[in-house]
């Protein structure tokens, strides 16, 4: 045995062949694709955006440009403004109030939902999405007797848009809102919050919403948006925003609706800026 143990051990021991991983298959563009495709895309939004801006500053004279039709706008000279002015303070009050409909209306709902009555999660979705699917006129159509009642109670302010707008802005905020709920183990965190001895209402404040900033935060932004660029059911319905506002001046000024319209984009676009900082700020305070 022991001669037999000693010729095991002097038996050379091969060394195990060492498979090499493949090459992992990477889908998609490459890096000199990439820079084209986002080439192309900025080129497609930034050369109209130009165009606006060397429209606002031409003058009488080819090939001379000055900024006197800006200086006017800031100026507050001229009284022709007015209405832009009234139409801008209309959409802003009515940023607000959508984005309140939104928040005390749409979010506790989803969040009800996802916790008590998962099954209705499709419904919910098919009745957020479908006012994308409608085209406003037809909707509009359909609101007009609504609002007939409405003014009668609420009067003919322009704030009162507001209810319509929260059905226009449900499908992005529904998306921005569910996206950050889908990453979120909401079950989880209400079982342990209420497991310590907290209420609903401790719940939702405390525990849900702040793991929620990012979908809310997104879903304001975009509401926003919309119901800056909006213009068909205020324009049906007989009230000033800022689009209808920027129809009646452009017919006898175009230069300043250009400008107003430029001013509007340039908001926007900071405010998704802002938003997507904010978020990012938290995420990385978060991971700290």
Do not use: H
Request: aromatic letters at 10%.
């Amino acid at each position: 045995m022991a001669a037999m143990s000693r010729a095991v051990e002097s038996r050379p021991v091969r060394p195990r062949p060492v498979r090499r991983r493949a090459p992992e298959l990477r889908l998609g563009p490459g890096p000199v694709v990439r820079a084209v495709i986002w080439t192309l895309l900025g080129l497609f939004f930034l050369i109209p955006l130009f165009s606006m801006v060397e429209f606002t500053l031409r003058t009488a004279k080819p090939g001379v440009y000055n900024l006197d039709r800006w200086v006017a706008v800031f100026s507050g000279e001229t009284t022709r403004y007015d209405r832009v002015y009234q139409g801008l303070g209309n959409s802003l009050v009515l940023a607000v109030v959508t984005v309140a409909i939104v928040l005390l209306v749409l979010l506790p709902t989803i969040v009800l939902v996802e916790l008590r009555f998962p099954k209705l999660r499709r419904v919910l979705e098919g009745i957020c999405l479908l006012p994308i699917m409608i085209p406003a006129i037809v909707m509009v159509v359909g609101l007009a007797p609504t609002y007939a009642v409405v003014t009668e109670v609420f009067g003919s302010g322009a704030w009162t848009l507001a209810f319509a707008y929260g059905i226009t802005v449900l499908p992005y905020a529904y998306r921005a809102i569910q996206s950050n709920v889908a990453a979120v183990d909401m079950i989880t965190l209400s079982e342990a919050a209420r497991s310590l001895g907290a209420g609903w209402w401790t719940v939702f404040w405390r525990v849900l919403v702040p793991n929620l900033r990012r979908g809310i935060l997104a879903a304001s932004a975009l509401s926003v948006a919309v119901v800056l660029g909006e213009f068909t059911i205020a324009s049906l319905l007989s009230r000033v925003n800022l689009q209808t506002s920027l129809l009646l001046v452009s017919q006898s000024d175009p230069f300043v609706a250009v400008i107003f319209a430029l001013l509007a984009l340039v908001f926007a676009f900071v405010l998704l800026v802002v938003v997507d900082r904010l978020v990012s700020v938290r995420r990385r305070t978060a991971k700290g």
